[in-house]
């Protein structure tokens, strides 16, 4: 089978990667970009391109991600020998804020969450059936204690060096609307797109 070529930018705006959408079952994925060496039996692994599947049949997926999406860069990322990626300006670089600005989705469909997790600081920005995870490190904050910084800051104290030390991790595609990564693990506090971007650059205080 040919190789596709997808758009980086169509992925975050439609979460399909080319003919792989996250509603497809096992059999379809063989299909279009064949089985991978190392196959569990719900899980299946391409390079960056990682698939949950269902354990019943007919083994629909349950999403799609790409990992270690920071490590993305360049003109073109090979996901799978069927499947190039063409990063469109973006990289694991790429800050929330240059996301959001990017005009990839309406003011209203980014969503941004942030809490405390651990030593560091997770974000996630949700936009329809896209999920961009991001973890902030906190050796800027003396302690290291990103509970109380972000209990302590307002967001318009931390949002900018939020966004600033941001890091990409990971991109997942669901069937359904996403929202935050874990719902009540943390004291998640959820942002517009609209305002994070406001908080980011000092617009909001």
């Keep these: 089978m040919k190789t596709q070529l997808v ?5 975050l705006k439609t979460g399909r990667l080319g003919a792989v959408s996250p509603d497809m079952t096992m059999a379809e994925i063989a299909d279009v970009i064949g089985i991978p060496e190392h196959a569990e039996p719900d899980y299946w692994t391409f390079g960056k391109l990682e698939i949950s599947f269902d354990v019943e049949p007919p083994y629909r997926m349950n999403w799609f991600q790409i990992e270690e999406a920071g490590y993305l860069k360049g003109d073109l990322e090979a996901l799978t020998d069927r499947l190039v990626l063409s990063l469109d300006g973006f990289s694991g670089k790429t800050k929330p804020s ?25 974000m996630n920005i949700c936009a329809g059936t896209i999920q961009m995870h991001f973890h902030v490190p906190t050796d800027f904050i003396a302690d290291q204690d990103a509970e109380a910084y ?20 990971s991109i997942y595609s669901y069937p359904h609307p996403k929202t935050e990564e874990v719902p009540g ?11 994070y971007l406001a908080l980011a650059d000092g617009r909001q205080t």
Excluded: H, N
């Design 150 to 169: 972000l209990s302590a800051s307002s967001p318009s104290q931390s949002m900018a060096k939020i966004d600033s030390r941001a890091v990409l991790d």
């Design 98 to 122: 240059e996301f959001l600005e990017a005009g990839l989705w309406t003011p209203d469909q980014a969503k941004v969450f942030y809490a405390a997790s651990g030593y560091d600081i997770g």
């Design 7 to 11: 758009s980086f930018r169509d992925f």
């Design 185 to 195: 693990a943390f004291d998640w506090k959820l942002l517009s797109g609209s305002q």
